[in-house]
């Protein structure tokens, strides 16, 4: 309701309260009164949660089963274009394979979307006939491939380099390519450089190794994806950012958010990065569909319930039916307003203390 702002200052406020208690001036009567206050905010809180979890069970949509794919790649071998052919084995051997819950293994017999995660491939795979022709056999159809991968365009004069992007592509079965989004919020110093040339003339260079790094696409938008609802794409920490993450405009049906973290390792930084994610399905009203290289995979529903995941550091595939949204949220419709009308509350109350004191 009031948004990941709103929150933040809740915790804030509640748990300093108990501060309150240390404060022995005479100016200070009941100092009880902040701490009993914080508990039972707390407790309408979770009373409210329960009973909106409660009245509000998870729904499907018709006709929707997702194939997420979890290859686990190791960075070393993710942006290796020698290991080409390596890592298309793997994707297309793990897309097909059972797992140990009895997911996968009958091809992608029933699946109507494949789902590979973020910069799949270390090549452009608009200019490797061979990955689109095996992309085209692996596919049956009537099912779909998401996938990330690296985009290139010719240069916009004699002599440039090529521009790069961060990109999701919408690929059928017969490898034709049905919509594509370009990463708009890139990550400084690992898709691009500030003051990228003069950084790249002295020997340095970001995370992703792309020369010039990659460029920023012209706006977030729907992405059309056959058989389903218009999807979101976000790509990495796209998703993290509150209020910005959706853009204004027709509603989308599911937030979709391929990543990599595998940067990362076993550390907390994936678990930080999946928990965002839920909290912006929870802000949002939306499904939350997710595919990590190393993990965390999973389908959130729209009140943060996770229906399946994939552990941290696991090769894998997940299938899950896709979550419908509920209806927007009161954050969708007012926004950060909630979060700003708390603060104002709070200092109003601070400057009239501080006025009655003097």
Same mark, same amino acid.
Request: charged share 15%; net charge neutral.
């Given at each position: 309701?009031? @948004? /990941?702002? =709103?929150? %933040?200052? &809740?915790?804030?406020?509640?748990? $300093?309260? !108990?501060?309150? +208690?240390?404060?022995?001036?005479?100016?200070?009567?009941?100092?009880?009164?902040?701490?009993?206050?914080?508990?039972?905010?707390?407790?309408?809180?979770?009373?409210?949660?329960?009973?909106?979890?409660?009245?509000?069970?998870?729904?499907?949509?018709?006709?929707?089963?997702?194939?997420?794919?979890?290859?686990?790649?190791?960075?070393?071998?993710?942006?290796?274009?020698?290991?080409?052919?390596?890592?298309?084995?793997?994707?297309?051997?793990?897309?097909?394979?059972?797992?140990?819950?009895?997911?996968?293994?009958? @091809? /992608?017999? =029933?699946? %109507?979307? &494949?789902?590979?995660?973020?910069? $799949?491939? !270390?090549?452009? +795979?608009?200019?490797?006939?061979?990955?689109?022709?095996?992309?085209?056999?692996?596919?049956?159809?009537?099912?779909?491939?998401?996938?990330?991968?690296?985009?290139?365009?010719?240069?916009?004069?004699?002599?440039?380099?090529?521009?790069?992007?961060?990109?999701?592509?919408?690929?059928?079965?017969?490898?034709?390519?049905?919509?594509?989004?370009?990463?708009?919020?890139?990550?400084?110093?690992?898709?691009?450089?500030?003051?990228?040339?003069?950084?790249?003339?002295?020997?340095?260079?970001?995370?992703?190794?792309?020369?010039?790094?990659?460029?920023?696409?012209?706006?977030?938008?729907?992405?059309?994806? !056959?058989?389903?609802?218009?999807?979101?794409?976000?790509?990495?920490?796209?998703?993290?950012?509150?209020?910005?993450?959706?853009?204004?405009?027709?509603?989308?049906?599911?937030?979709?958010?391929?990543?990599?973290?595998?940067?990362?390792?076993?550390?907390?930084?994936?678990?930080?990065?999946?928990?965002?994610?839920?909290?912006?399905?929870?802000?949002?009203?939306?499904?939350?569909?997710?595919?990590?290289?190393?993990?965390?995979?999973?389908?959130?529903?729209?009140?943060?319930?996770?229906?399946?995941?994939?552990?941290?550091?696991?090769?894998?595939?997940?299938?899950?039916?896709?979550?419908?949204?509920?209806?927007?949220?009161?954050?969708?419709?007012?926004?950060?307003?909630?979060?700003?009308?708390?603060?104002?509350?709070?200092?109003?109350?601070?400057?009239?203390?501080?006025?009655?004191?003097?």
């Amino acid at each position: 309701m009031i @948004g /990941l702002w =709103g929150l %933040t200052f &809740l915790a804030v406020v509640i748990f $300093a309260s !108990p501060a309150v +208690l240390a404060d022995d001036r005479a100016d200070t009567p009941r100092p009880w009164l902040a701490p009993a206050a914080s508990i039972a905010v707390l407790a309408l809180m979770a009373i409210y949660g329960a009973g909106r979890l409660s009245a509000l069970p998870t729904a499907f949509v018709d006709g929707v089963k997702l194939r997420i794919m979890q290859p686990n790649l190791p960075q070393d071998v993710k942006f290796n274009y020698s290991a080409r052919a390596d890592v298309m084995r793997r994707y297309l051997t793990l897309s097909v394979r059972q797992n140990a819950d009895g997911s996968g293994g009958d @091809g /992608l017999n =029933g699946i %109507t979307h &494949l789902i590979w995660p973020e910069s $799949a491939f !270390p090549f452009l +795979l608009t200019r490797e006939p061979d990955a689109l022709a095996q992309i085209a056999n692996l596919l049956p159809e009537g099912t779909v491939l998401i996938t990330g991968a690296a985009r290139g365009e010719p240069p916009l004069r004699p002599g440039g380099g090529l521009r790069a992007y961060n990109s999701i592509y919408v690929i059928d079965h017969d490898a034709s390519i049905l919509g594509v989004y370009d990463k708009t919020h890139l990550v400084p110093f690992g898709e691009y450089l500030p003051l990228q040339s003069l950084l790249e003339s002295v020997g340095l260079q970001q995370l992703t190794k792309v020369h010039g790094g990659f460029l920023a696409g012209t706006r977030r938008r729907l992405l059309t994806i !056959p058989h389903a609802p218009a999807a979101l794409p976000l790509i990495c920490y796209e998703i993290i950012f509150p209020g910005a993450a959706v853009p204004a405009g027709p509603r989308p049906g599911w937030m979709l958010n391929l990543t990599n973290d595998g940067w990362f390792g076993d550390s907390t930084g994936p678990h930080q990065h999946f928990q965002q994610a839920r909290v912006r399905a929870i802000e949002e009203g939306l499904p939350l569909v997710r595919s990590a290289n190393t993990g965390i995979s999973a389908v959130v529903d729209p009140l943060g319930r996770i229906v399946k995941s994939l552990p941290l550091g696991t090769e894998a595939v997940l299938d899950a039916a896709l979550p419908k949204p509920v209806d927007p949220p009161l954050y969708v419709r007012i926004g950060d307003s909630g979060a700003l009308i708390l603060v104002g509350a709070a200092l109003l109350w601070a400057f009239r203390r501080r006025i009655q004191k003097y």
